[in-house]
């Protein structure tokens, strides 16, 4: 039979229920007393008044001497006033007013005049007087409720006589990793083994609202152990995760966990990734079963616990910059759920942000890494066509990618060298990079959504690389072709070449399993171009729509045994150990867009690609060669 959630609720009317349903058991944020210079970042739990006037004397503002100002009256730089010693008192700043004066002068404008004082200007009452209660008076409101206190307001507080203040607890979020294949980390992992890492990043992201997490023990699919151990962390805990175990699988006992120590509320929500999330209850500690793949792991966090946590620190943790981007590819998106896709986010020559959506898989953690934004697809729709208009919920500054180098095109190690070196030099520069082939370089940079596209693209008339496709694609100009470098593309087979692969005629092999780059990029058109050459066709070669997007992720396959043979380049197969067979020397290059070329982030990119540091780093790679 069928596995069939409980629900498929809507996000946003699960949530407010949720929230409903916990305030309704009394869920709010715990308070502690901290003392005054132990509370910098802290969120107040309650308005917090002076109790005392600061400062709580008339005090001096300035060094120079205290009188009362009704005795400088008339002064004038011609007809200056002559104060007798008992006119004035010498005062230094922060000293207590006198009895029966009312100003200072400052000690520049007092001239000496044997034991009498010349003054050339009239004072005014209570000038450079700082008055009780110039700072804050006391039953005057510091800082309101919820409110993070700043290391000046710790001052405030000090001088308006508060020595103790009473401030919001951090909750503490229990973390229970669940699953029979689920390991520590570590470096040798077994076949079949799970490294748990999901902890660590849900405690980062605790840790970032202002909650503790708590990580207890890797449980296994023992129902009667996931009880306890759920048991046991409700009663430690103000609130609790339970990873894994919620999909639909044949020991998944997340449900009946919850459902044990309290109340499930939902099992199952309309969103992408995301759907097997339960939103429990016991009495006022939110229990959340969270799916085990990490991106979904993260978007549950993201768009459930986040606003539940708000209520639980006293914290608004919900304001995110967006902006509208243009859309580099076609993004697609299912009708039955809200879809939260990863984009990277550059600029065009224009200034322009424009949108590249990453990797959707639910499991690529790294995802999450390389993202500047999350678009957000309704449920009601099939998604985004390119160059549309999307709207991007920011995951880094705004201002960082306004900074930000934008290369959209072929693979290779080569940018990240690059990226590398310019952070080092400069930490507020800033490279986007996206993988979406050649052909995607020439179709980015013509549809301006990229400043450089990195190609490789030969013409199998002349075996000349890319000045031919650029003449096509760019008959008025527009651009510039800068030189990369050149590198060697070949076979990629396992250590020892153990099926005995000589040739790339070898490929059609039946005993030989084939992994391919994605359409458009220039490796898939150079394996095309060899199957045309030697005779074969791609339906000889078993693998040939298998799909991948870089050489590392083609020599990784082939590294772990699910793949015999790829082309990619030397450096991914040195990388990996795998034996490697050239078939060629490529040119791979970067195309620029022409109103971008003078501008500082790409001459900075172009010294870079041009150094002496490079050429170590590619030499330390294997495989390149630089032109002169």
């Not at 006033?81 to 005062?91: C, E, G, N, P, S």
């Not at 708000?310 to 879809?339: C, F, W």
């Not at 450096?571 to 490697?580: E, G, H, P």
Request: glycine residues 8%; proline residues 5%.
């Amino acid at each position: 039979m069928k596995y069939e959630y409980l629900t498929n609720e809507d996000l946003d009317i699960a949530v407010e229920s949720y929230i409903a349903a916990l305030k309704s058991e009394g869920l709010a944020p715990k308070t502690e007393k901290v003392p005054v210079f132990e509370a910098a970042g802290r969120i107040t739990a309650n308005a917090i008044y002076a109790h005392i006037c600061a400062p709580h004397y008339n005090a001096s503002a300035m060094d120079g001497i205290a009188l009362m100002a009704n005795k400088t009256f008339g002064a004038t730089e011609t007809t200056p006033v002559r104060l007798k010693a008992t006119d004035f008192i010498q005062v230094d700043t922060g000293d207590p007013m006198p009895k029966d004066t009312d100003c200072v002068v400052m000690i520049e404008d007092v001239v000496r005049d044997g034991e009498d004082v010349l003054l050339y200007s009239a004072a005014v009452p209570w000038q450079h007087v700082r008055q009780v209660g110039e700072d804050v008076c006391a039953g005057d409101m510091i800082l309101p409720s919820f409110t993070k206190i700043a290391p000046a307001a710790l001052g405030a507080m000090l001088a308006g006589g508060v020595l103790e203040v009473e401030v919001v607890k951090p909750p503490v979020v229990g973390i229970i990793p669940t699953g029979d294949e689920i390991v520590s980390p570590c470096t040798n992992p077994k076949p079949g083994d799970i490294i748990e890492f999901n902890s660590t990043i849900f405690s980062g992201i605790l840790r970032e609202w202002g909650a503790e997490p708590k990580t207890y023990p890797i449980v296994k699919d023992i129902k009667e152990d996931i009880i306890a151990t759920m048991k046991k962390a409700v009663t430690e805990c103000d609130a609790v995760i339970i990873n894994a175990g919620s999909s639909a699988g044949r020991d998944d006992y997340s449900s009946l966990a919850v459902s044990t120590v309290g109340t499930m509320l939902y099992h199952g929500i309309a969103i992408k990734p995301g759907k097997p999330a339960i939103l429990g209850y016991a009495k006022d500690k939110p229990i959340l079963g969270v799916p085990g793949y990490p991106v979904s792991g993260i978007i549950v966090l993201e768009q459930i616990l986040r606003p539940v946590v708000e209520i639980m620190t006293g914290r608004n943790l919900h304001v995110q910059d967006q902006i509208e981007a243009t859309l580099g590819r076609i993004m697609t998106s299912p009708l039955k759920y809200r879809e939260f896709v990863r984009v990277r986010i550059g600029l065009n020559e224009n200034g322009d942000f424009v949108a590249t959506p990453l990797n959707r898989g639910a499991g690529v953690v790294t995802s999450f890494v390389k993202a500047d934004g999350i678009v957000d697809i309704p449920q009601d729709c099939e998604g985004y066509e390119a160059g549309d208009k999307v709207k991007v919920t920011l995951l880094r500054p705004r201002e960082e990618l306004l900074n930000t180098l934008t290369i959209i095109g072929s693979h290779d190690p080569l940018i990240d060298e690059i990226t590398d070196i310019l952070k080092r030099e400069n930490p507020d520069s800033v490279v986007s990079s996206s993988h979406v082939g050649s052909m995607g370089a020439i179709m980015a940079i013509k549809r301006r959504e990229a400043q450089m596209g990195a190609i490789h693209l030969l013409n199998e008339e002349t075996g000349e690389y890319n000045t031919a496709y650029v003449n096509k694609y760019f008959p008025d100009g527009g651009v510039v072709l800068e030189k990369g470098v050149k590198r060697i593309q070949g076979l990629m087979i396992a250590k020892g070449n153990p099926k005995g692969i000589e040739s790339f005629k070898d490929v059609a092999r039946s005993d030989i399993s084939y992994v391919n780059r994605q359409k458009g990029s220039g490796t898939r058109i150079l394996c095309d171009f060899l199957i045309k050459k030697n005779g074969l066709s791609a339906s000889d070669i078993y693998g040939y729509e298998r799909e991948e997007f870089t050489h590392t992720s083609v020599a990784a396959q082939i590294a772990s045994g699910t793949a015999d043979v790829g082309l990619g380049i030397y450096s991914a197969a040195k990388t990996y150990d795998l034996d490697f067979i050239p078939i060629c020397n490529e040119e791979y290059d970067l195309l620029i867009d022409e109103k971008a070329y003078d501008t500082d982030k790409i001459k900075d990119f172009l010294k870079v690609l041009h150094s002496e540091e490079l050429k170590e780093r590619l030499n330390a790679l294997g495989g390149y060669e630089t032109w002169d």
